[in-house]
């Protein structure tokens, strides 16, 4: 059973629109993390935190913002969306411990038309 | 720049067959882990080494950290089709509070 849930699974929406890509984990883990993935590729980190009102940019700039008000919660949003966006975005989280692995989840596939 | 090359990126073997995987970096890291993701999935945690030379298996897989903690590989005995997937090293610093994930190899066993 996931401990860590992404909405929508799938979502297609037009050019210029805003989304929010939901990410919720119960495993109490302080750190969590946005990846972008295009398929069978890389993944590419635009977005992380280190806990509760601690957010950094990662390595890709992708025109999105992410908040983490609760530990549980951490959304990503998409302000002006664009088919360069479109790819699979993934969320993880992991314990504090500096060997700790990812848990990741299923993904949300996103096309931009 | 990326920290972390593995090789070969696409694989095609099959059923039977023996391989290996290599992930190559230039830089030192304090552990590495490798993740298989399966189509439509996250990916998800196989092994996490430490210790520059340790051997760890997970049944047919066999993984490997390099003496000196920059490389490490994955050799699978006996490739089964439902060890098809993207296999994908990631290294991570003491310092650090993230993982660096490698560019990732994509196996495909023919049954």
């Known amino acids: 059973e996931a401990d860590i849930y992404q909405t929508p699974r799938y979502l297609v929406i037009g050019t210029g629109k805003k989304i929010t890509l939901e990410c919720s984990q119960t495993?109490?883990?302080?750190?969590m993390y946005w990846y972008q993935q295009d398929p069978g590729m890389e993944l590419h980190l635009i977005h992380y935190?280190?806990?509760?009102?601690?957010?950094e940019k990662g390595d890709l700039s992708s025109e999105s913002t992410v908040s983490r008000i609760r530990t549980e919660h951490f959304p990503l949003t998409l302000e002006s969306a664009r088919p360069s966006h479109t790819s699979q975005y993934l969320c993880?989280?992991?314990?504090?411990?500096?060997?700790?692995?990812?848990?990741f989840g299923s993904g949300t596939r996103l096309t931009v038309v | 720049t990326q920290l972390l090359e593995q090789s070969p990126q696409f694989l095609s073997i099959q059923e039977g067959e023996n391989l290996t995987v290599y992930c190559n970096s230039s830089?030192?890291?304090?552990?590495l882990q490798w993740y298989r993701q399966e189509p439509g999935e996250g990916p998800v945690l196989l092994v996490t080494?430490?210790?520059?030379?340790e051997v760890k298996k997970l049944k047919r897989l066999t993984f490997q950290f390099g003496d000196a903690r920059k490389d490490s590989s994955l050799h699978i005995t006996a490739a089964q089709p439902g060890d098809t997937g993207l296999y994908l090293c990631?290294?991570?610093?003491?310092?650090?509070?993230?993982?660096?994930f490698g560019t990732g190899t994509s196996l495909t066993v023919i049954p």
């Open positions: 993880a989280s992991r314990k504090g411990s500096a060997g700790a692995g990812y848990t």
């Open positions: 495993m109490g883990h302080d750190k």
């Open positions: 935190s280190y806990g509760v009102n601690s957010t």
């Open positions: 830089s030192v890291f304090s552990s």
């Open positions: 080494v430490v210790t520059g030379g």
């Open positions: 990631a290294g991570g610093r003491n310092t650090g509070n993230q993982f660096y």
